[in-house]
C-alpha cells in the first residue's frame, strides 16, 4: 500500500481524499516522513497506553548500530528507515521495526561533522515504495525501499546551496510529482525536483536566501493549493506549479531558524528560538498576509510545537513547557520544573515528552488544562559519544503501537500499546 498519495496533496480534492483515506487504512499506521502522515506531529492512532507502569513501558528491541547524528525515522510497511553516520559515511539504513534487524543500508557521502554533533539531521520520506533521503551535507538520493537500488543523487551544491553552519537539517516534502527541498542561494532557495529523475522541476529565483533548518509543509488558503516555507527573515508562500512567490511576512529569525510552518486553515503559525518568538499570520484570498498575533511566549528552538484543538503545546525557551491559544497567543498554563528543555511528540491524547539533557521521557494528558503526568522513565543505555555541546534531540514518533526514540547510536523500541 503506497505510504503517501500520488497526486498533489497542496490541491482541495487531494486533501479530501487523502484525510478519507488516512480513516480508512488507519490499520496500518504507517509514519512516512517527517512529523507524521499529515506533516504536524498528529496521528489518528488509538488504544495505546493511558498511564505507564513504574519505569515506564516495556522496551521491545534496541539498534545500537544507527552511528552518529540528530535523524528521525520514518516507518511505512513494517520497515524504519533512518539516517546515521557510520565509520565516517552518511548512510541510509532499513531496519525491521518488528524485530530491531538491520536490512539494509545506502550510503550518501561523506560524513558532516560539527562541534555540536556529527552526521545527518533530517528524517527520510517514502512514497510509492521509494525512500528520499537528504545528509546534512547537502546530498539528496532516491532509492528502491525494497532493496536500496539508487535510482538518482542530487547535490544541494548543484542547485546553487551551502552548507549551512549546522548542516542541512531539512525533511524533504513529496508532493505528487514532486520532491520539495530548501538549497538556498542564488539559484533559487527552494526547488522542486522531479521525484522519479532527479531533475529540476523549478527554482524559486524571487529568493535568493541562504538555507536554514526548516521544513517545507503544504497549504491551502482559501482553496489555493500552497507551499509554506519558514527562512531566517520571512515566512513565505509560494505557487505550486512555478515557485512563484505569492506572498510574504517577515521575521526577525537569529542563528538558527529551526522549526516547522504549522498551517491551519487560511493561517500559518510559526515560532524559533534564539529570542526571536513566534506569530500568528492569515491570508486573504488575494494573497495578502497579516499578523494576527506577534509575542515571545512560544520561542521553540527545536523542540517541535504541536497544534491540537485550538491550542498549541512545547517547549519555549526561558518560558517552560507551555500550552498557547493558538487563536489569541495568550498562555493557558506552563510547568517550568517537572522537566528540562526538550521535545514532544502526540499519540491518542497523550503527549510524549523527552528531556534533551537527561533523557527522561515523560507521558501527560494532552489538555489546555495543565500538566498531569501518566508516567515517565529514563532512556538508558545513553550514548557515550555524543558531543557534549549536543543532547537527546531527536523528536520522539509513536506508530503502530510503538514508541521510538534515538540518542546518536541507539535506536529505542517500547511497546506503548495497551
Known amino acids: 500500500m503506497p505510504s503517501m498519495r500520488r497526486i498533489p496533496v497542496c490541491s482541495a480534492l487531494s486533501l479530501v481524499l487523502f484525510l478519507v483515506g488516512l480513516a480508512a487504512r488507519a490499520e496500518s499506521y504507517d509514519w512516512p516522513q517527517w512529523q507524521g502522515p499529515t506533516r504536524n506531529g498528529l496521528t489518528k492512532e488509538t488504544g495505546l497506553l493511558k498511564r505507564w507502569q513504574e519505569g515506564g513501558p516495556p522496551r521491545r528491541w534496541l539498534f545500537d548500530k544507527c552511528g ?20 565516517g559515511v552518511c548512510q541510509l539504513i532499513a531496519i525491521d521495526a518488528n524485530t530491531g534487524d538491520e536490512l539494509w543500508a545506502r550510503s550518501l557521502g561523506p560524513e558532516f561533522h560539527n562541534d555540536w554533533g556529527n552526521g545527518p539531521r533530517s528524517t527520510p520520506a517514502v512514497d510509492d515504495g521509494r525512500v528520499y533521503a537528504l545528509s546534512a551535507a547537502g546530498t539528496l538520493i ?18 546553487g546551496g551551502t552548507v549551512p553552519n549546522w548542516g542541512y537539517s531539512e525533511s524533504v516534502l513529496i508532493d505528487g510529482d514532486k520532491v520539495l527541498c530548501t538549497p538556498g542561494g542564488p539559484h533559487g532557495a527552494i526547488a522542486a525536483i522531479d521525484k522519479e529523475t532527479g531533475k529540476v522541476i523549478w527554482q524559486s529565483e524571487e529568493l535568493t536566501d541562504f ?13 489555493q493549493p500552497q507551499y509554506v516555507q519558514l527562512l531566517e527573515k520571512r515566512l513565505v508562500g509560494l505557487s505550486p506549479e512555478d515557485g512563484k512567490l505569492l506572498w510574504e511576512v517577515e521575521w526577525p529569525g537569529s542563528v538558527a531558524v529551526i522549526p516547522t510552518p504549522i498551517v491551519r486553515g487560511n493561517r500559518v503559525f510559526v515560532t524559533s528560538g534564539y529570542g526571536a518568538g513566534c506569530m500568528l499570520v492569515e491570508v486573504s484570498a488575494n494573497n495578502e498576509a497579516t499578523k494576527v498575533f506577534e509575542n515571545k511566549r512560544m520561542k521553540s528552538q527545536h523542540g517541535g510545537v504541536i497544534n491540537l484543538g485550538n491550542f498549541l503545546y512545547g517547549f519555549s525557551d526561558d518560558v517552560g513547557w507551555v500550552c498557547m491559544n493558538a487563536r489569541t497567543g495568550d498562555l493557558e498554563w506552563r510547568e517550568r520544573d517537572a522537566l528540562g528543555k526538550g521535545a514532544i511528540g502526540y499519540a491518542d491524547g497523550r503527549f510524549y515528552c523527552v528531556d534533551q539533557s537527561e533523557g527522561n521521557v515523560v507521558l501527560i494528558d494532552a489538555s489546555p488544562k495543565g500538566w498531569t503526568e501518566r508516567g515517565r522513565f529514563t532512556l538508558e543505555p545513553q550514548s557515550q559519544s555524543r558531543s557534549p555541546r549536543g543532547g537527546i534531540w531527536v523528536h520522539p514518533v509513536i506508530v503502530d503501537g510503538k514508541l521510538f526514540l534515538r540518542d546518536q547510536e541507539y ?6 500499546k495497551k
Do not use: K, N, Q
Open 68 to 87: 552518529a547524528g540528530y535523524a528521525g525515522p520514518a516507518i511505512v510497511d513494517g520497515r524504519l528507515y533512518i539516517l546515521g553516520a557510520r565509520d
Open 211 to 223: 538555507a536554514h533548518y526548516s521544513s517545507i509543509v503544504c497549504g491551502e488558503f482559501h482553496r
Open 411 to 416: 535506536l529505542y523500541c517500547y511497546d506503548v
Open 142 to 159: 532516491c532509492v528502491e525501499a525494497s532493496d536500496r537500488h539508487e535510482l538518482w543523487r542530487v547535490t544541494m551544491e548543484s542547485l
